[in-house]
């Protein structure tokens, strides 16, 4: 749990001095939280679940943790959560065949086989 409290306090640490310094790229991402993520087609807490499975996949472990904390202040349950971080392993093992597949295009180069 203390890598979490540090993950959050390098978070708002972060927010707080790039803001300061008034970096623009920096308050830009920021500044687009509230417009995609507030309800529309899709609810903030169904947003919030995508979320997760992406922060997963993209082995983000800042962005799992705010996610996740959202996606449970709107209304997600746990099984929710699992459900999306399940996805996420399964696209990321999808990823891999896919890489599999470059790597069986080498070998058959490397070793001249044609079929």
């Known amino acids: 749990m203390d890598k979490l409290r540090e993950i959050e306090r390098n978070r708002k640490e972060a927010y707080s001095w790039f803001i ?5 790229g920096y308050k830009a ?14 609810s903030r807490k169904h947003k919030e679940l995508i979320a997760v499975g992406i922060s997963v ?6 962005c799992m943790q705010w996610h996740i ?22 696209i990321g093992n999808g990823a891999t065949t896919v890489r599999a597949r470059f ?7 490397v ?5």
């Open 20 to 24: 300061a310094h008034k970096s623009k």
């Open 29 to 42: 991402v920021s500044d687009m939280d509230d417009p995609i993520m507030s309800d529309a087609a899709l």
């Open 57 to 62: 996949t993209i082995d983000c472990e800042s």
């Open 69 to 90: 904390e959202k996606a449970v202040e709107h209304g997600a349950t746990l099984e929710e959560v699992l459900e999306a971080v399940d996805v996420a392993i399964m």
């Open 103 to 109: 790597a069986m295009d080498v070998m058959k180069d």
């Open 111 to 115: 070793f001249g086989e044609t079929a």
